[in-house]
Nanobody, 120 residues
Framework: QVQLVESGGGLVQPGGSLRLSCTGS????????MNWYRQAPAQGRDVVAR????????HIADSVKERFTISRDNAKSTVYLQMNALLPEDTALYFC?????????????WGQGTQVTVSS
């Protein structure tokens, strides 16, 4: 079955950096676009970054542009989110996602999430 496992979260001071990783299994990782979402307490889940299957095209949300980058290593079935210059408002549970489209619509697969806390 499809599995997405995130890692790399933690507590970091404002201005610090973290790199999140998400390793996929149970599917052909190199054939699927991958996404990072985040959800702050009592808020909805928002997309942070997207990357196409070969990594040639990325999209970064305006709220984190210039600070976050997304990349992938298909040989390792892993997608990364490099987060720099972190702010307290970046505190959230970060999720890895892949969305597969089919004739009925789409199917989302999610990891369990990794907590990022930005605080002094």
């Amino acid at each position: 079955q499809v599995q997405l496992v995130e890692s790399g979260g933690g507590l970091v001071q404002p201005g610090g950096s973290l790199r999140l990783s998400c390793t996929g299994s149970g599917f052909t990782f190199s054939s699927q676009g991958m996404n990072w979402y985040r959800q702050a307490p009592a808020q909805g889940r928002d997309v942070v970054a997207r990357i196409t299957f070969a990594g040639r095209t990325t999209h970064i949300a305006d709220s984190v542009k210039e600070r976050f980058t997304i990349s992938r290593d298909n040989a390792k079935s892993t997608v990364y989110l490099q987060m720099n210059a972190l702010l307290p408002e970046d505190t959230a549970l970060y999720f890895c996602n892949t969305r597969w489209y089919n004739s009925q619509g789409y199917q989302d697969y999610w990891g369990q999430g990794t907590q990022v806390t930005v605080s002094s």
